[in-house]
């Protein structure tokens, strides 16, 4: 059995393409360009549900077409529009951590070397010029902490925690 927590979404199917079951894909991540992932995984009726990838052509820098092994037709490939498409979190070992989506953060324990454990981040705000993890801390208290290289130390994504070095005072503001 799939576990979201085991994934890590990296686009969004937008339509089909064609009569033989191609789709439209937008991505947010490029892992597929560089590492060779044989299936996609989306969830479906609540079940995470792997596909084999048969093709998929780069349409722009943000676009490709794909086709998943099984969906021939534009009617099954219609089913698809709108899901996210996911890949297996191992993937991740290889890539970026600033290619995943902000998002996939919410719900990591930060933990900062000095302080200890600091919360759950509820979300990434990223309604600022730097992004920010939100940490609630009371019901109507929270902890804002930039999301920046300079301060993670290590993020560890089976466990869902992010270990920091923060600044001193910085938690105090």
Do not use: C, W
């Amino acid at each position: 059995m799939i576990l979201k927590d085991e994934l890590i979404p990296i686009g969004q199917v937008l339509k089909p393409h064609g009569i033989h079951g191609e789709m439209v894909f937008e991505f947010t991540s490029d892992i597929f360009e560089r590492e060779e992932v044989p299936f996609f995984i989306v969830e479906i009726d609540g079940i995470f549900v792997p596909f084999r990838v048969e093709n998929y052509r780069m349409r722009s820098s943000s676009t490709a077409l794909i086709q998943l092994k099984g969906v021939t037709s534009d009617e099954k490939a219609r089913g698809f529009s709108g899901l996210t498409i996911y890949i297996a979190s191992h993937y991740l070992s290889e890539m970026d951590d600033r290619e995943v989506e902000a998002g996939y953060f919410e719900g990591f324990q930060l933990v900062d070397e000095h302080e200890g454990v600091l919360g759950l981040i509820s979300e990434v705000d990223q309604t600022t010029e730097n992004a920010l993890f939100v940490v609630p801390v009371s019901d109507d208290d929270e902890l804002l902490i930039p999301v920046s290289d300079e301060y993670i130390v290590h993020i560890d994504h089976e466990l869902r925690i992010i270990r920091v070095n923060l600044p001193e005072g910085l938690l105090d503001l």
